[in-house]
């Protein structure tokens, strides 16, 4: 077996994801290498939803009986996991959501709605970059259509990173929000948010931050960041889907209106006029995500149980080990940087002038599970000529005999397709 430094105890951790026991395909044994797309759960997570719906399954907030008070002491219970893993000032600045897609629209209306000195318009302008996900891309292309807001965008380097090289120019006076990804889910880039929110700060520009692809891997500190808004989601980090969350600076959350009407949200109610529940409920119209957020709370505790500075230092190693091997795979190219510095767990790759749809089908036959497509972020795949890639994306429980079987998958793919 190879040994890395770094690595965790994944013979351990595995034994608390059942599905990893899985066999697929007459008995092959499953190799997940699609983490950047959905992570696997473990037991600590699925045995705290189904305790949920079990013992306290209620509406919270409304209630007095005893299962209302005991489901709103887990949901809010799970606000404070979330602050505190995020190192957020303040709970209130938890808004729960039902994924970072949500998150950021969320933030997209609040600005198309909002007054003064925050409002978006016609005068204004909003950043983004080419290596988005759809999901901050669309947001923002519909609020500049509705706005009359101009979109700006900052492009790609050939090794598949930020071009910055004209950043006083695409960030400027007139920019409103800046809006970008921590760890890019198709080229794997970590990128370099110092540099961004300092140019945003100069112009007093809001800054967004899409942490999806960094809450799961690696310590995550708001503060630190000194952005505006953070979002990320429950599901990619051993959590349920249905959950996602929204950080904002408590002072934005108060001036900024709500997306949503509903019920929770609302302070009073007549018939000629509302007013509004202070954050984070003045965002949380309706009846929330209750037991996605116990699920997420216990993903959170398991997580730290481990560590997040020991889950990166192993996604590092696994990550810099795949490179390696798939380097000397002939015909792969990898599209994104090509070494395991300043690059997150996932790695996408095109080989030779097999489709990648040919690929992940072929791999799959073998029991390995990897991403197939242009990931939602077609824009990168039109930037570098390519009409999609194969993508394989690790976690804390993936293993350098995971990469090795997908090496030799490779080459199977390669001699099937001659």
Known sequence: MTQLPG???TEAIRKDFPILDRQVHDGRKLVYLDNAATSQKPRQVLDAL???YERYNANVHRGVHVLAEEATALYEGARDKVAAFVNAPSRDEVIFTKNASESLN?????????????????????VITEMEHHSNIVPWQLLSQRTGAKLKWFGLTDDGRLDLSNIDEVITEKTKIVSFVLVSNIL?????????VRRAQEVGALVCIDASQAAPHMPL???????DFVAFTGHKMCGPTGIGVLWG??????DLPPFLGGGEMIETVSMHSSTYAPAPHKFEAGTPPIAQA??????????????MDKILAHEHAITEYAVKRLTEVPDLRIIGPAT????????SFTLGDIHPHDVGQVLDEQGIAVRVGHHCARPVCLRYGIPATTRASFYLYSTPAEIDALVDGLEHVRNFFG
């Open 7 to 9: 690595l965790l105890d």
């Open 50 to 52: 189904s305790e949920y």
């Open 106 to 126: 969320l933030v997209a209306n609040m600005l198309g709605w909002a007054d003064e000195p925050y409002r978006v318009d016609a005068e204004t302008e909003i």
């Open 188 to 196: 794997g880039t970590v990128n370099p948010v110092e540099a961004i």
């Open 221 to 227: 500190d708001v503060q630190a960041l000194q952005a």
């Open 249 to 254: 600076r408590q002072e934005l959350l108060e």
């Open 294 to 307: 116990v699920g997420l709370g216990a993903a959170i505790d398991y997580l730290n149980a481990i560590g």
């Open 340 to 347: 395991a510095e300043d690059r997150g767990a996932a790695i």
